[in-house]
């Protein structure tokens, strides 16, 4: 069973990745569009746990399509789900990786791998959504919710009470802070996304999980439920109440995306439900489908298009034009630029992006074609 509207928030979510993620200059960049530099939310902050999110709401229908094969052969179910997990896990490294083979392959430059950075997005669904298939696979519903409850406050109690060798407690910097600590003391910092510091680290998966669980909850929610207006108001009232308590508890403890703080995790919690509730509304209570078509379109391959897209930006990044620029930056300089300025010139470039990628999506959505970890 595939829930078009969960397919339309999806869709939506990773719309919104590849806009972000591809502007025509990072120089040129409106704020809305940008991720706030440490503590504090922006539109685009929203995104990646949204995603999470719709990971986790989805898990209740895909348990209920494998249950049956589980009980006869655990172990196939148990083999099915390490693999997903690896895959995705790999495909992130690939991406990782990606740019220093193209610059081998293509300009003939030195191939070193030595500083091979080992987290990211697609890593942290990977490890999010396998801790949270384990929970819910072991732990009834109402102690699922003790214990995300327990996570979220146990990281809170980590951040601020667990000393960081020459920062102390309660230090919430990429320096100070204990996620930081952690990673520099188990990947490396030579494997870290700044050195000193990666936003998809491995502590701060933990709370990742718990946004995965929130997508859960309301998952098996609209699974069970009649469809009606009702469930839309409740999964509005229930965000609403989510985006307060977030911004409550963001007072003694900062909303901040690259830690993913508690905070954090319920208020975007309350962003996604929201959002979900709007897409149910649309497309299961007034069947508008013609309003969520075109981002099912993009939603029932949204992990093959982060992956093809990230691919092709890193290509355009290698790839030089003959006066020596980059082929995305002759892209936007000679095609973007003269008619719409730096700035506009950089959003009509990532809407251009989305657009091309919509056509290709649309491609295999005509042809049925829906490519699965």
């Known amino acids: 069973m595939r829930l078009a509207s969960l397919d339309s928030f999806r869709g939506l979510a990773i719309a919104g990745m590849i806009l972000v993620n591809n502007p025509g200059s990072w120089s040129h960049v409106y704020a809305p569009l940008r991720h706030a530099e440490w503590h504090g939310f922006t539109p685009t902050d929203q995104i990646f746990p949204a995603f999470l999110f719709i990971v986790g709401a989805a898990i209740p229908f895909t348990l209920a399509r494998y249950r049956e094969t589980a009980a006869q052969d655990r172990s196939a179910f148990h083999q099915r789900l390490i693999r997903r997990v690896a895959v995705l896990?790999?495909?992130?490294?690939?991406?990782?990786?990606?740019?220093?083979?193209?610059?081998?392959?293509?300009?003939?430059?030195?191939?070193?791998?030595?500083?091979?950075?080992?987290?990211?997005?697609?890593?942290?669904?990977?490890?999010?959504?396998?801790?949270?298939?384990?929970?819910?696979?072991?732990?009834?519903?109402?102690?699922?919710?003790?214990?995300?409850?327990?996570?979220?406050?146990?990281?809170?109690?980590?951040?601020?009470?667990i000393p960081v060798p020459g920062h102390g407690p309660g230090v919430l910097t990429p320096e100070g802070s204990l996620p930081g600590y952690i990673d520099r003391l188990v990947l490396t910092p030579a494997h870290l996304y700044q050195g000193w510091f990666d936003p998809e680290g491995l502590l701060s998966t933990l709370p990742a999980a718990a946004s995965v669980m929130f997508g859960v909850a309301a998952g098996a929610w609209v699974k069970n439920a009649a469809v009606s207006s009702r469930v839309?108001?409740?999964?509005?009232?229930?965000?609403?109440?989510?985006?307060?308590?977030?911004?409550?508890?963001?007072?003694?403890?900062?909303?901040?995306?690259?830690?993913?703080?508690?905070?954090?995790?319920?208020?975007?919690?309350?962003?996604?439900?929201?959002?979900?509730?709007l897409c149910y509304e649309v497309m299961e209570v007034r069947r508008w489908s013609w309003l969520g078509w075109p981002f099912q379109v993009m939603g029932v391959n949204a992990i093959t298009l982060f992956f093809a897209s990230g691919i092709v930006a890193r290509l355009l990044s290698v790839v030089?034009?003959?006066?020596?620029?980059?082929?995305?930056?002759?892209?936007?300089?000679?095609?973007?630029?003269?008619?719409?300025?730096?700035?506009?010139?950089?959003?009509?470039?990532?809407?251009?992006?989305?657009?091309?990628?919509?056509?290709?999506?649309?491609?295999?959505?005509?042809?049925?074609?829906?490519?699965?970890?």
């Open 232 to 277: 839309t108001l409740g999964l509005v009232a229930a965000g609403l109440v989510c985006l307060l308590l977030g911004a409550l508890w963001g007072l003694v403890l900062p909303i901040n995306k690259q830690l993913w703080t508690s905070s954090y995790v319920v208020f975007t919690a309350g962003g996604s439900l929201v959002l979900l509730g």
């Open 89 to 161: 896990f790999a495909l992130g490294l690939v991406l990782n990786a990606s740019t220093t083979v193209l610059e081998w392959a293509i300009n003939d430059a030195p191939l070193d791998l030595s500083t091979l950075r080992i987290m990211g997005v697609l890593q942290r669904i990977s490890l999010a959504y396998l801790l949270a298939v384990l929970l819910v696979l072991a732990c009834a519903p109402r102690l699922q919710v003790l214990v995300v409850g327990l996570v979220l406050l146990a990281y809170w109690a980590a951040l601020a009470l």
């Open 320 to 373: 030089h034009a003959a006066d020596g620029r980059s082929l995305q930056l002759w892209i936007f300089e000679e095609l973007f630029v003269p008619w719409a300025g730096q700035v506009d010139g950089s959003l009509a470039f990532a809407l251009a992006t989305v657009l091309v990628w919509w056509l290709v999506l649309y491609g295999l959505y005509r042809r049925g074609v829906i490519i699965r970890l």
